[in-house]
């Protein structure tokens, strides 16, 4: 029934989501909208905290991977997003820089992993926890990410990231 009322409430909101650089989802809950595929050709993807009053509440499963996506160099993530998810930028080897808001709360296993360009994260301060969801908590959040400076790792590790950087 829940299933049924998503689909027809994007039938009739269908041209409220019409921006061709993203592929919207609504939340389970209902109360905001994710990324489920980054479908744009821009290399710097600026993410606006609302769409059709929406706020944007998260970045899907593997929303920015793939062989037809841009070669994303880097990412501004709004103050509405709460959740990364799994593998949403792996392989993503192209992008160096993202933020992360003071909103985001959960960083799902693989959402960057093999993204080797990764060298800059600006965090919001105060630093706060982040639960690292998923397989083995975070396994492989950034596997891969083999220009991640020190100072960057350390604060991860304060975040509660729980692994090793490789």
């Not at 998503?6 to 909101?13: G, Q, V, W």
């Not at 821009?42 to 059709?52: A, E």
């Not at 808001?101 to 959402?111: C, E, F």
């Not at 959040?141 to 950087?165: A, H, N, V, W």
Request: hydrophobic fraction near 40%; charge should be neutral; aromatic fraction near 14%.
């Amino acid at each position: 029934m829940k299933q049924i009322f998503i689909s027809i409430l994007f039938c009739l909101l269908g041209s409220a989501f019409a921006d061709t650089t993203f592929r919207f989802r609504l939340t389970d809950d209902g109360s905001g909208i994710y990324i489920d595929k980054y479908t744009g050709t821009d290399t710097v993807v600026y993410i606006q905290p609302y769409y059709d009053d929406l706020p944007v509440k998260g970045i899907g499963r593997d929303a920015f991977s793939g062989t037809n996506v841009a070669e994303v160099v880097e990412v501004h993530l709004p103050e509405t997003i709460e959740w990364i998810g799994r593998g949403a930028f792996s392989g993503r080897r192209s992008l160096r820089t993202i933020n992360f808001p003071s909103s985001l709360q959960i960083v799902w296993t693989a959402a960057f992993y093999d993204c080797r360009s990764l060298s800059q994260i600006y965090f919001s301060y105060p630093i706060h926890k982040i639960s690292w969801a998923g397989d083995n908590a975070s396994a492989a959040s950034f596997r891969g990410c083999r220009s991640l400076p020190m100072d960057i790792q350390l604060t991860l590790i304060k975040m509660g990231y729980p692994r090793e950087f490789d």
